[in-house]
């Protein structure tokens, strides 16, 4: 199997050939049921599954403050059901996406219809999405202020971002981590809080919102570049117990920097 292969190649102090292999045919098998679950997303009575919110304080501690909260996601198992678990606990909700989100190619047809079909799974629990155009435009930003100004939540993924210069260290190596969140999370003064989502039997799922990551006395740099580190030792815990959940194994050979990369967020 491709995908065992090249995980065994990447990472060979942590997976040999038979470990890797397990793994990518657990991947593949859940990857199954939640296309399934993307499907059925699309029709008015939803996918049927079992969805449980763990942590949920610490959002609404962070609510209380005022400032709304950031919700630091990672890739595990599919990020509607993030969403779907915060709507079903009334927690508005605004999602931050690339322009390019759920299409399998960059093209205008993709945009306009494999993508908008795959993004009307998710906008039923979102109170707004905001698009980042292109990296040159900043106004993203300050939608994002807005809302977390509104009280309310706001999630950024932390994973999966090929083109971050920013890593950790995670799986024995380093792995590519986005700084976005840690730096909007400062300027609003919100809780900065990672979150990951668990497949706890078939049909069974559990989103599960951590302590957040403290802001310090350090500077913005600081701090920035701490949290990229904190959430890189977080993802290795998940990895470790929830292997099968994670998404980034499809694009792994994009993710793995040499570990000589320096991690130092902002540089």
Known sequence: MERAASIERILPDRFDADKARELAEAWMDRRAELYWGRKRGL????????????????????LTAGRGVVIWFAS?????????????????????SMGAHGVPSGTRFGRATIGRIHRRGEDRYLRE?????????PSYVKKLRRLLA?????S???????????????LGTRVR???GAPRIALQAEAPLLPTFVRRVAPFRYCVEVEEPIQATAASRQDFV???????????????LADAGDWDGWWGL????VEPEVNSRADR
């Not at 595990?76 to 931050?96: I, K, Q």
């Open 253 to 256: 050979d994009d993710l793995v």
């Open 43 to 62: 029709w008015e009575s939803d996918w049927r599954i079992d969805l449980q919110l763990r942590g949920a304080e610490h959002i609404h501690e962070g």
């Open 129 to 137: 999405r905001v698009v980042i155009p292109n990296r040159k435009d």
């Open 225 to 239: 570049a701490f949290a990229v580190e904190e959430f890189g030792r977080r993802l290795d815990r998940r990895l």
């Open 177 to 179: 981590i986005a700084a």
């Open 156 to 170: 950024i993924r932390g994973d999966l971002m090929a083109d971050s210069r920013n890593s950790a260290p995670c």
């Open 150 to 154: 509104a009280n309310h939540a706001v």
């Open 76 to 96: 595990f198992c599919d990020s509607s059901l993030v969403m779907r678990a915060l709507a079903e606990a009334d927690v508005p909700l605004g999602h931050l």
